[in-house]
């Protein structure tokens, strides 16, 4: 469903992402992103996404050439997007901004996500004076109006505990099956992609370590020796 091609972006003359290739095949997957601080993680949400043009390369969606397409045309065409820091908006109550996202967004699934993401309890409450974590759930609640077929989720779990990221975790490994979405999801909590994620990809230094299953992944030794040996 996402094909990633020879993907490179530059800021001058930083190389963020080099000679990325990448492929999420099934809707339903949720496929963690991992690398240390500066690896490009966020570059590549941004340039699936059409935030960033690349500097190379090619986003294919369902066999179709994307690279050229805006956010906005991205987004129709089922992918959105939250972002490491919350998308929440100040001063007003939950359910009034989801509201407002689905009416632009024609989602008629609203009751469907709130349910789905246990927002139920906070629905009337001021965004920006909820919990936390609930504000996570809310920031993945917004992501999933307009029925994505694509969701790329940057970091949804800073500023979490521990207990916090798993529980976000098996909402998102819940999710992703229940609304037949695929979740690109990166993270820094290493036990928890690899406890939940059916599919990850390691970047370093703007290029890619290894893409494949959980088990594949983690026995890479590329993956072992730029990783895992100094995070684990
Ligand atoms: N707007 C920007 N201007 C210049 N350099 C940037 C910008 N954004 C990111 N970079 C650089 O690109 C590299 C990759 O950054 P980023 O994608 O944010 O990594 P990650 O999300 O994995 O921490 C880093 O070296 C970072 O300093
Ligand atoms: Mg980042």
């Given at each position: 469903m996402l094909r990633i091609e020879d993907l490179s972006v530059a800021y001058g003359n930083?190389?963020?992402l080099e000679g990325v290739t990448l492929e999420v095949a099934h809707r339903g997957v949720l496929h963690g992103v991992i690398g240390p601080n500066g690896a490009g993680k966020s570059t590549l949400m941004d340039a699936i996404t059409g935030r960033r043009k690349p500097t190379r390369g090619k986003v294919f969606v369902d066999g179709r050439d994307i690279t050229?397409?805006?956010?906005v045309q991205r987004r129709r065409l089922g992918m959105s997007r939250s972002f490491q820091r919350t998308s929440i908006f100040p001063g007003i109550r939950v359910g009034e901004q989801l509201e407002?996202?689905?009416s632009q967004?024609?989602?008629n699934d609203l009751n469907g996500i709130v349910d789905t993401m246990q927002l139920a309890?906070?629905?009337d409450e001021i965004a920006d004076s909820i919990a936390y974590g609930d504000q996570r759930r809310v920031d993945i609640a917004l992501a999933l109006i307009g029925q994505?077929?694509?969701m790329l989720l940057d970091e949804p779990a800073a500023g979490l505990s521990t207990s916090e990221t798993v529980t976000l975790f098996e909402h998102l490994a819940a999710v992703v099956r229940k609304r037949n979405v695929t979740a690109l999801v990166v993270?820094?909590?290493v036990d928890a992609?690899?406890?939940f994620c059916d599919a990850i990809t390691a970047l370093d230094l703007g290029r890619l370590l290894a893409s494949g299953s959980p088990a594949e992944v983690r026995s890479n030794p590329l993956v072992i020796a730029a990783y895992l040996g100094t995070a684990a």
């Open positions: 930083v190389k963020a050229h397409l805006n956010v407002l996202v689905a967004l024609d989602e309890a906070v629905y994505p077929s694509l993270e820094h909590d992609v690899f406890r």
